[in-house]
């Protein structure tokens, strides 16, 4: 609907537009006419009366041509208001919809690609896409309508002086056309150290840290330096392929002026044509010259365009294998059964998960500890199903994972990431990220139960304090407890905590863990964890190993055993005696 009201407007204002051109012929001709003529009534009594009237024509002509063309703007005014209007529609329709795609895919996905190119199709890829769907369609269907309409309105008037004036408009359109794909492949190579220099920047803020730890601030400055000369330089060539562009469109007008004037003036003498008529071409040149001059824009537009969408479908076109045919919403008791379940990682074939099979019962507290790369967080991730087994399945309550509905499942689970991540925002609202209808007690409660809430009270702003990106301006350990306090404000039926007490010290963890034991009980709890302090008090510890579980039961039978388990207490032992 906006695309046709668009097509209308563009047609009503281009008609008006032409109509004004003609308006300047005809007040022309009749100021060549009204001079011969006032010159023969110069000596004439009624010369003064003839002045009088032959001004008030003039003015007349000059109201007539000033309202054609406000007539003709308020069209073009339309034009914009419909056709960039309605790119601006699909360009916000289709961001919200890679975006929701992009949240509908699982975590394989991510690993595969980078985040500066998810980001690049979401915001580049659009604009480029919107870019065609505005400005191309609106100056495409605009330069073939004036076209259509001025060379009509010219032939009409004298074909041989058409052509004449027409000439040099082809050559300006293939020469535009060469120095705009010259402009454009300098625009993308930019754009390329753009985005290096960009990422460079944000890499070096995000790390800042480390910067400063290791005395590397000069490095990193003189690195900076060489990228943005980079970019300088590169900046510089395509200003110099720029300063062609409108020389260029200058040079051709104003050959193609010569022209008309030349051939025109013949025409005169010859009695063919008008003075007006002179300027009436001279207008229609000066017409025509952006229209030719944005072909080679609208068709770089163009394969802009495609390559973008072409792009987007690209992961449009991929779809979440995390689905379920089922949608099971009943409610959640927590059995967890794993029955021979493998995990391989697909890009690097990793065996992150080998025949496991295990069995916690509901409301059981269980405990889950292992070296490095044992398989401890690709075991818990696969409960929310952040992934799926390669092989074996996973049952909840004796149905398989996959028959629940996805957000059902994940609303029932309260998962406490290894790597903690906490958004831009205020700490009240990290805390009730995934709980926005709690209550101000009930944030407070969550805080104290995590043994965060007195930190928390000794900021300036308290609840309100922001956070930072990334929670930059929190230690580790504050940022684990309110990771912690998150989870557990959602009251959910299994409680995951995944090596979530790494970076508190012992007093702080025995706080914590007494506040999760009155929390855990009677909801199925899985704590993974290096330091055996934090499982030793759960009904059953899982040893993993290389994937596999190696021992298990609980603390006092693990110790009995004198396996690895009861090695590493020792040991454990011995530094806390230290």
């Known amino acids: 609907m906006h695309l046709l009201a668009g097509v209308c407007c563009i047609l009503v204002s281009n008609s008006f537009n032409v109509f004004s051109v003609i308006a300047v012929r005809y007040s022309f001709n009749l100021i060549d006419q009204g001079l011969d ?5 110069n000596q004439m009594p009624i010369f003064e009366d003839y002045t009088t009237s032959f001004k008030n024509v003039i003015i007349l002509y000059i109201i007539v041509y000033f309202s054609v063309k406000l007539i003709g703007a308020f069209f073009l005014f339309l034009t914009r208001q419909t056709i960039i209007v309605m790119s601006r529609r699909i360009e916000n329709d289709l961001k ?19 985040t500066g190119d998810l980001m690049a199709r979401i915001s580049e890829d659009v604009s480029k896409v919107r870019m065609y769907l505005g400005p191309g369609i609106m100056y495409g269907i605009n330069t073939v309508a004036l076209f259509s309409i001025t060379i009509t309105c010219m032939f ?8 004449y004036t027409l000439l040099p408009l082809p050559f300006l359109s293939v020469a535009i056309y060469f120095v705009s794909d010259k402009m454009n492949k300098h625009s993308t190579i930019i754009q390329n150290q753009l985005s290096t220099l960009s990422n460079f920047v944000q890499e070096a803020f995000s790390g800042i840290r480390v910067l400063k730890s290791f005395v590397r601030e000069q490095d990193s400055y003189h690195k900076f330096i060489h990228e943005s000369e980079d970019y300088k330089d590169k900046s510089l060539k395509l200003i110099r392929i720029n300063s062609l562009f409108v020389p260029l469109i200058f040079l051709l007008i104003g050959l193609s002026t010569a022209l008309t004037v030349y051939v025109g003036g013949q025409q005169v003498l010859d009695g063919n044509v008008t003075i007006g008529n002179i300027a009436e071409f001279v207008i229609y040149i000066n017409m025509l010259t952006w229209p030719v001059a944005s072909l080679g824009w609208i068709t770089s537009i163009i394969q802009r365009a495609a390559a973008s969408q072409t792009r987007i479908n690209e992961f449009l076109n991929t779809k979440t294998d995390l689905t379920s045919d089922v949608n099971l919403t009943t409610d959640i008791k927590g059995d967890l059964v794993f029955e021979n379940v493998n995990v391989v990682y697909e890009n690097s074939q990793t065996k992150a998960l080998q025949d496991l099979n295990l069995k916690i019962k509901a409301g059981e507290n269980i405990g889950i500890i292992g070296s490095t790369g044992s398989g401890k967080s690709t075991l818990t991730s696969a409960i929310p199903r952040l992934f799926d087994p390669t092989e074996g399945r ?62 928390i009270m000794d900021f300036a702003e308290k609840f309100e304090t922001e956070v930072g990106e990334r929670g930059i301006s929190l230690s580790g350990g504050q940022k684990q407890r309110i990771s912690i306090a998150r ?5 959910p039926k299994i409680l995951i905590f995944d090596d979530c007490l790494s970076a508190v010290d012992t007093k702080t963890e025995e706080e914590i863990l007494s506040n999760l034991r009155r929390i855990m009980k009677g909801r199925t709890s899985i704590i993974v964890a290096h330091r055996i302090s934090s499982v030793q008090w759960t009904d059953r510890i899982y040893v993993m190993d290389d994937g596999k579980i190696m021992e298990q039961g609980s603390h006092e039978e693990l110790i009995a055993q004198k396996g690895s388990y009861a090695e590493l207490y020792e040991k454990q032992l011995l530094a806390a005696e230290e």
């Open 394 to 455: 996973i049952t909840l309550d004796g149905n398989d994972l996959k028959d629940y509905d996805i957000n059902f499942l994940r609303d029932n689970i309260g998962f406490v990431p290894q790597d903690v991540f906490l958004f831009s925002d205020t700490i009240k609202e990290n805390i009730a990220f995934g709980s926005p209808n709690v209550t101000q007690e009930e944030i407070e409660q969550a805080a104290k139960d995590a043994d965060v809430y007195q930190n």
């Open 96 to 114: 919200n919809e890679i975006y929701e795609h992009y949240q509908s895919l699982p975590l394989s996905f991510y690993r595969k690609n980078r």
């Open 37 to 41: 003529y006032g010159n023969m009534l």
């Open 487 to 491: 989870a557990i404000i959602k009251k």
């Open 156 to 163: 009409n008037v004298n074909a041989e002086l058409a052509i």
